[in-house]
């Protein structure tokens, strides 16, 4: 059996500050002094507001979905309907860069551009209103707007502003 190492981490070598035991101390100048738990540390969710749980250089990269577009700055997933849509919808960076990449050329094709409040259907060039992703309901000819992306996600039409 091969072991991988980097999908390790040595527990014992992480900052623990003022925190209690099981705990990881948000130690980067926004945020300092606050305590997470362990196992939010390299969870590939950003707690830390500097992002200091997760170290690109020890945490492991994160593995999106089929149905998922990886973006390149922050690493997070986002649905392959929310490509190309004008919005760049994967975050910033630790250094306050907007991750563009979900927006970059070499993925869209410039032939279909959604207008404001519509996103791109996956593999067919149909825009559908914002709306319609994720209401459990096929919108999408190739069905695209409906998938694993969107569990835990609540659809609220029609609330006040």
């Known amino acids: 059996m091969q072991i991988d190492a980097r999908r ?11 925190c209690g ?9 926004i945020d300092s002094g606050k305590c997470i738990p362990m196992k939010w540390y390299c969870d590939h969710e950003f707690d830390c507001q500097d992002h200091a749980d997760e170290p690109a250089d020890v945490c ?8 998922q577009f990886t973006c390149h700055l922050t ?4 649905p392959l309907g929310y490509r190309c849509d004008g919005d760049a919808d994967c975050g ?3 250094d306050g860069h907007i991750d563009r990449s979900d927006e970059e050329d070499s993925h869209c094709d410039q032939s279909l551009k959604c207008p404001v409040n519509m996103h791109r259907c996956l593999t067919v060039d149909v825009c559908i209103d914002l709306a319609k992703f994720c209401d459990h309901q096929l919108d999408c000819p190739d069905g695209s707007d409906e998938g694993p992306f969107c569990s835990g996600i609540a659809v609220v039409l029609n609330a006040p502003p």
């Open 8 to 18: 390790f981490i040595l527990i014992d070598s992480l900052p623990t500050g003022a």
């Open 21 to 29: 035991p099981g705990q990881f101390f948000c130690d980067g100048h």
């Open 60 to 67: 492991p990269p994160k593995t999106c979905s089929h149905d």
């Open 75 to 78: 690493g997070i997933c986002i």
């Open 92 to 94: 910033i960076t630790v």
